[in-house]
């Protein structure tokens, strides 16, 4: 059992990865569960990533098999949640309410009438489950379920239940068969969330990533997109440990944060063996991931954006430090100072954790004259977003260039907002 | 001409805070009725922009503080007549006739929820009448008070009111409903613009109290176009070891170009003066020593700029739209005073440089408005003290004791090259926490 991937609060936030009621989080592009046991294992998948490749393999196989099979979800919404609650009424003896129909003849039971209601729909959802296994008869996991469902073909017929055969199928399913049962309603829930997941995969053209054994460290994809913007461009990221860090420039707007968000969404998606928006994509297993991109502006008054991002610096460096394999990203490091203050800060920390060749490091900053002071060492890709000029007007392509760009428009975004004729008026 | 002011400037100066933690607002919300905290919070949404307004609410406020005046009603007095003078429905109207046996009997049972609410509502306004006319013919609040108090005692002249202002001990049945056609139908409209005076007395008595208590002074407003504030010992009011700062600005003076290093106090002393002139626009006391100002038209603050905008803004140009939009209302010809906080922070130096120097000079034009630009491109410093001459340079300093930074939060003269930012990383041992994880790891 090897220990969950990590990933923190700010983390997750710089990412926007969990909340069910957050707009445009990551879980919500995966969201299209129909049952509230699918939507409680979906949401479990995304709170514990994996960090042992064989389990990540397996899962996404699973999804990519779904895929491939481009199946229905079969169960009937109302129905299911009436079996389900059935079957999870607890082996409570429903005798009582047997014997009570049967000794008040006339009278209208309100509890028989519930029990018969649940006991159909529970036979009604092992049958349409039966009928569901012909479309998976090469997937291991349906062995254990065929075997528990076609020992129920008998309940299937369509005579009118007497009394004593609800008392019969009554207890076979919420007493003999109770573990049976349970196993066969997390399978919905899997097959909910298998379903759900691979049609995201189909129709958004996600891929599945290949998990490898921790070392040696590798990272790669010939095309990484943001998964939740529709008009993302594609761009091939390589890591391994000869090569650690991306030190990454481009001017505002140029698309460096949403590059280092992509990346940092497609590799925890891809530890919890879910499809991820890069191709080809294969990545040794890490320990886990911490990001830096928006970090929390409205302090307490005396504390300086700085100190806030230097104390967040030294909480990720002890973590790289105790020896773990983590993915760490800094978007525009120690902004929160002035210009030779930043250069010295940047250049220190990149050099220093550049050395842990265990980790992988994605730094963005505007200060580019670090990036001529860090050529010296060869762990270092140099990465930039350009950004074209059509007559006075930006233009970005976000398509990554090798090297340390230049670019800067700042001045020409005030003169397009026309502030100091404004001013000089 | 209103005041104006938006909610990035009122969540920077934490004027009204949120969910009623720590505040400006909080400072004052003393009042005893609630007529009188919607008044408060209307003050702080509308502070004003004529100096003699200023001047005059100032001084009403000042006086109570110095006489030490006490509001002469009780809450319960206030909270029996809300409920009271709000029900204009005719059919709550006392019966004056001689109750019969029936509902007498039914009174001594209990007395319906109607009459009783007639009963406190008159009750209360007779004490109410009564404690205003002892209150005015008491010359209570002095000259500052004066226009206040003729007009109260214009109002209880009424020659309706007589009876009530002479009343003694307990009223009968009769004499109420009397009484409640006079207050509710009658004389509603009277009534309401007395209750509205008692309110503002609140409003003035409860400030006045507060400046005692914390030691604030009243700011002397100056009539606006001489574009100049005069703060000596100005400080944070919600901070409880405050340094206190003196500033002068003249037109000759207006751009102020404020450097430090990281928590050296730039931002606490940026909301201090912002704070101070915002109450001082008010007519409300300040957390200074002294201070006297010329009238703006607003005030605009850039202080924590939200930095989680969507995906394809950048910081950078979240800025640049905040500098358009205060270089629009400057276009308009209104009086502003502006503060930025590290300005042009969100982009690359070469870009902060020149756009900081651009738009210092375009400020440094508008020689009747204020402005306030905190930066850590001291760079920029040194080029526009040639190009302007009414651009004034301070900075918070820092002092070294040994390897800890110590700061005086003290403004002086000049343009600071203090950077510690490197020395606050080795303090935290980050460097050499990543050495020590590198050996242990072979």
Same mark, same amino acid.
């Given at each position: @059992?090897? @220990?969950?991937?990590?990933?923190?609060?700010?983390?997750?936030?710089?990412?926007?990865?969990?909340?069910?009621?957050?707009?445009?989080?990551?879980?919500?592009?995966?969201?299209?569960?129909?049952?509230?046991?699918?939507?409680?294992?979906?949401?479990? @998948?995304?709170?514990?990533?994996?960090?042992?490749?064989?389990?990540?393999?397996?899962?996404?196989?699973?999804?990519?098999?779904?895929?491939?099979?481009?199946?229905?979800?079969?169960?009937?919404?109302?129905?299911?949640?009436?079996?389900?609650? %059935?079957?999870?009424?607890?082996?409570?003896?429903?005798?009582?309410?047997?014997?009570?129909?049967?000794?008040?003849?006339?009278?209208?039971? *309100?509890?028989?009438?519930?029990?018969?209601?649940?006991?159909?729909?529970?036979?009604? @959802?092992?049958?349409?489950?039966?009928?569901?296994?012909?479309?998976?008869?090469?997937?291991?996991?349906?062995?254990?379920?065929?075997?528990?469902?076609?020992?129920?073909?008998?309940?299937?017929?369509?005579?009118?239940?007497?009394?004593?055969?609800?008392?019969?199928?009554?207890?076979?399913?919420?007493?003999?068969?109770?573990?049976? /049962?349970?196993?066969?309603? *997390?399978?919905?829930?899997?097959?909910?969330?298998?379903?759900?997941?691979?049609?995201?995969?189909?129709?958004?053209?996600?891929?599945?990533?290949?998990?490898?054994?921790?070392?040696?460290?590798?990272?790669?994809?010939?095309?990484?997109?943001?998964?939740?913007?529709?008009?993302?461009?594609?761009?091939?990221?390589?890591?391994?440990?000869?090569?650690?860090?991306?030190? !990454?420039?481009?001017?505002?707007?140029?698309?460096?944060?949403?590059?280092?968000?992509?990346?940092?969404?497609?590799?925890?998606?891809?530890?919890?063996?879910?499809?991820?928006?890069?191709?080809?994509?294969?990545?040794?297993?890490? *320990?886990?991931?911490?990001?830096?991109?928006?970090?929390?502006?409205?302090?307490?008054?005396?504390?300086?954006?700085?100190?806030?991002?230097?104390?967040?610096?030294?909480?990720?460096?002890?973590?790289?430090?105790?020896?773990?394999?983590?993915?760490?990203?800094?978007?525009?490091?120690?902004?929160?100072?002035?210009?030779?203050?930043?250069?010295?800060?940047?250049?220190?920390?990149?050099?220093?954790?550049?050395?842990?060749?265990?980790?992988?490091?994605?730094?963005?900053?505007?200060?580019?004259?670090?990036?001529?002071?860090?050529?010296?060492?060869?762990?270092?890709?140099?990465?930039?977003?350009?950004? !074209? /000029?059509?007559?006075?007007?930006?233009?970005?392509? %976000?398509?990554?260039?090798?090297?340390?760009?230049?670019?800067?428009?700042?001045?020409?975004?005030?003169?397009?907002?026309?502030?100091?004729?404004?001013?000089?008026? | 001409?209103?005041?104006?002011?938006?909610?990035?400037?009122?969540?920077?100066?934490?004027?009204?805070?949120?969910?009623?933690?720590?505040?400006?607002?909080?400072?004052?919300?003393?009042?005893?009725?609630?007529?009188?905290?919607?008044?408060?919070?209307?003050?702080?949404?509308?502070?004003? #922009?004529?100096?003699?307004?200023?001047?005059?609410?100032?001084?009403?406020?000042?006086?109570?503080?110095?006489?030490?005046?006490? =509001?002469?009603?009780?809450?319960?007095?206030?909270?029996?007549?809300?409920?009271?003078?709000?029900?204009?429905?005719?059919?709550?109207?006392?019966?004056? &006739?001689?109750?019969?046996?029936?509902?007498?009997?039914?009174?001594?049972?209990?007395?319906?929820?109607?009459?009783?609410?007639?009963?406190?509502?008159?009750?209360?306004?007779? &004490?109410?009448?009564?404690?205003?006319? #002892?209150?005015?013919?008491?010359?209570?609040?002095?000259?500052?008070?004066?226009?206040?108090?003729?007009?109260?005692?214009?109002?209880?002249?009424?020659?309706?009111?007589?009876?009530?202002?002479?009343?003694?001990?307990?009223?009968?049945?009769?004499?109420?409903?009397?009484?409640?056609?006079?207050?509710?139908?009658?004389?509603?409209?009277?009534?309401?613009?007395?209750?509205?005076?008692?309110?503002?007395?609140?409003?003035?008595?409860?400030?006045?109290?507060?400046?005692?208590?914390?030691?604030?002074?009243?700011?002397?407003?100056?009539?606006?176009?001489?574009?100049?504030?005069?703060?000596?010992?100005? =400080?944070?009011? +919600?901070?409880?070891?405050?340094?206190?700062?003196?500033?002068?600005?003249?037109?000759?003076?207006?751009?102020?170009?404020?450097?430090?290093?990281?928590?050296?106090?730039?931002?606490?002393?940026?909301?201090?003066?912002?704070?101070?002139?915002?109450?001082?626009?008010?007519?409300?006391?300040?957390?200074?020593?002294?201070?006297?100002?010329?009238?703006?038209?607003?005030?605009?603050?850039?202080?924590? +700029?939200?930095?989680? +905008?969507?995906?394809?803004?950048?910081?950078?140009?979240?800025?640049?739209?905040?500098?358009?939009?205060?270089?629009?209302?400057?276009?308009?010809?209104?009086?502003?005073?502006?503060?930025?906080? &590290?300005?042009?922070?969100?982009?690359?130096?070469?870009?902060?440089? &020149?756009?900081? $120097?651009? $738009?210092?000079?375009?400020?440094?034009?508008?020689?009747?408005?204020?402005?306030?630009?905190?930066?850590?491109?001291?760079?920029?410093?040194?080029?526009?003290?040639?190009?302007?001459?009414?651009?004034?340079?301070?900075?918070?300093?820092?002092?070294?004791?040994?390897?800890?930074?110590?700061?005086?939060?003290?403004?002086?003269?000049?343009?600071?090259?203090?950077?510690?930012?490197?020395?606050?990383?080795?303090?935290?041992?980050?460097?050499?926490?990543?050495?020590?994880?590198?050996?242990?790891?072979?």
């Amino acid at each position: @059992m090897s @220990m969950s991937f990590i990933a923190d609060k700010q983390t997750l936030e710089d990412l926007n990865l969990l909340g069910r009621f957050k707009p445009n989080s990551i879980y919500n592009l995966f969201s299209r569960i129909k049952t509230t046991g699918g939507e409680q294992l979906l949401e479990r @998948m995304f709170q514990q990533p994996l960090t042992n490749p064989e389990a990540i393999n397996h899962r996404s196989a699973t999804f990519r098999y779904f895929q491939q099979k481009q199946l229905t979800f079969p169960f009937n919404g109302v129905n299911f949640r009436l079996a389900e609650n %059935y079957l999870n009424m607890g082996g409570a003896n429903s005798l009582p309410a047997i014997l009570k129909k049967k000794l008040n003849a006339f009278l209208n039971d *309100d509890e028989y009438e519930k029990l018969l209601a649940g006991l159909k729909a529970a036979i009604e @959802m092992l049958r349409t489950f039966r009928n569901f296994l012909q479309h998976l008869t090469d997937f291991n996991d349906a062995a254990a379920w065929r075997k528990t469902l076609s020992a129920l073909t008998r309940l299937d017929s369509n005579k009118e239940l007497t009394l004593l055969t609800v008392a019969r199928y009554d207890r076979l399913l919420r007493h003999t068969l109770r573990s049976e /049962m349970e196993q066969l309603l *997390d399978a919905v829930h899997q097959l909910d969330v298998y379903i759900a997941v691979s049609d995201v995969a189909r129709q958004r053209g996600f891929h599945y990533a290949h998990a490898l054994p921790a070392s040696p460290s590798v990272f790669h994809t010939t095309a990484l997109k943001h998964p939740a913007l529709d008009a993302g461009v594609a761009n091939p990221v390589s890591l391994h440990s000869d090569s650690n860090v991306i030190f !990454l420039t481009g001017a505002n707007m140029a698309g460096k944060s949403t590059l280092m968000k992509s990346f940092g969404i497609a590799l925890y998606l891809a530890h919890m063996g879910f499809p991820v928006a890069a191709a080809d994509m294969e990545f040794s297993v890490r *320990d886990g991931l911490y990001s830096s991109i928006n970090v929390p502006d409205n302090l307490n008054m005396g504390y300086s954006h700085f100190y806030a991002e230097v104390l967040r610096v030294k909480q990720v460096a002890a973590e790289v430090s105790s020896g773990k394999n983590l993915v760490v990203i800094f978007d525009e490091l120690f902004k929160g100072t002035n210009v030779k203050d930043a250069y010295d800060a940047t250049l220190a920390v990149t050099a220093a954790f550049a050395r842990y060749r265990n980790c992988f490091f994605i730094i963005s900053t505007h200060i580019i004259e670090v990036g001529n002071a860090l050529r010296q060492y060869e762990n270092l890709q140099f990465a930039y977003l350009p950004t !074209l /000029m059509e007559g006075t007007k930006p233009k970005y392509t %976000y398509q990554l260039r090798e090297g340390i760009t230049s670019d800067r428009h700042g001045m020409m975004i005030i003169e397009n907002e026309k502030i100091l004729e404004l001013l000089n008026e | 001409m209103l005041f104006t002011t938006d909610k990035q400037t009122l969540e920077d100066l934490n004027i009204f805070g949120r969910y009623g933690a720590d505040s400006v607002y909080n400072i004052f919300n003393r009042t005893v009725t609630r007529g009188g905290a919607a008044l408060l919070e209307e003050m702080f949404r509308y502070p004003l #922009s004529d100096h003699e307004a200023i001047n005059r609410r100032s001084s009403i406020i000042q006086h109570f503080a110095a006489a030490g005046t006490a =509001y002469p009603f009780s809450a319960t007095l206030f909270d029996a007549i809300a409920a009271y003078i709000d029900n204009t429905d005719e059919r709550t109207r006392l019966t004056t &006739e001689e109750q019969s046996i029936s509902k007498k009997l039914a009174g001594m049972i209990a007395v319906d929820g109607n009459t009783q609410m007639v009963y406190k509502g008159v009750h209360s306004l007779i &004490e109410i009448l009564q404690g205003a006319q #002892s209150f005015v013919s008491t010359e209570a609040g002095g000259m500052a008070y004066e226009t206040d108090r003729k007009a109260i005692a214009t109002l209880l002249s009424e020659p309706a009111f007589e009876p009530v202002l002479a009343h003694q001990g307990k009223p009968a049945h009769s004499t109420i409903a009397a009484y409640d056609v006079i207050f509710r139908f009658r004389y509603r409209g009277l009534i309401l613009q007395l209750l509205h005076h008692l309110y503002y007395l609140d409003v003035y008595i409860s400030v006045a109290k507060v400046a005692a208590e914390r030691g604030f002074i009243f700011p002397q407003a100056l009539p606006r176009h001489t574009c100049s504030v005069n703060a000596e010992g100005i =400080y944070h009011p +919600l901070l409880k070891k405050a340094v206190p700062n003196t500033i002068r600005i003249t037109d000759e003076s207006n751009v102020i170009f404020l450097t430090g290093a990281n928590m050296a106090g730039k931002s606490t002393f940026m909301k201090s003066l912002s704070i101070a002139l915002f109450l001082a626009h008010m007519g409300f006391p300040v957390a200074a020593a002294r201070m006297e100002f010329s009238v703006l038209d607003g005030i605009y603050t850039t202080i924590n +700029l939200p930095d989680n +905008l969507g995906m394809d803004a950048s910081h950078y140009y979240a800025e640049v739209l905040r500098v358009k939009k205060m270089a629009q209302e400057l276009s308009q010809g209104k009086q502003l005073f502006i503060v930025f906080d &590290e300005l042009f922070r969100g982009t690359n130096v070469k870009d902060a440089y &020149e756009a900081t $120097i651009a $738009i210092c000079k375009g400020f440094a034009r508008k020689r009747n408005s204020i402005f306030v630009i905190s930066t850590h491109i001291i760079e920029a410093g040194d080029v526009l003290k040639a190009a302007a001459a009414n651009i004034q340079f301070v900075y918070l300093p820092t002092r070294m004791d040994a390897h800890k930074p110590v700061y005086t939060y003290t403004l002086e003269n000049g343009i600071t090259d203090d950077r510690h930012g490197m020395i606050i990383i080795n303090n935290e041992g980050i460097i050499d926490m990543l050495k020590a994880g590198l050996i242990k790891m072979k």
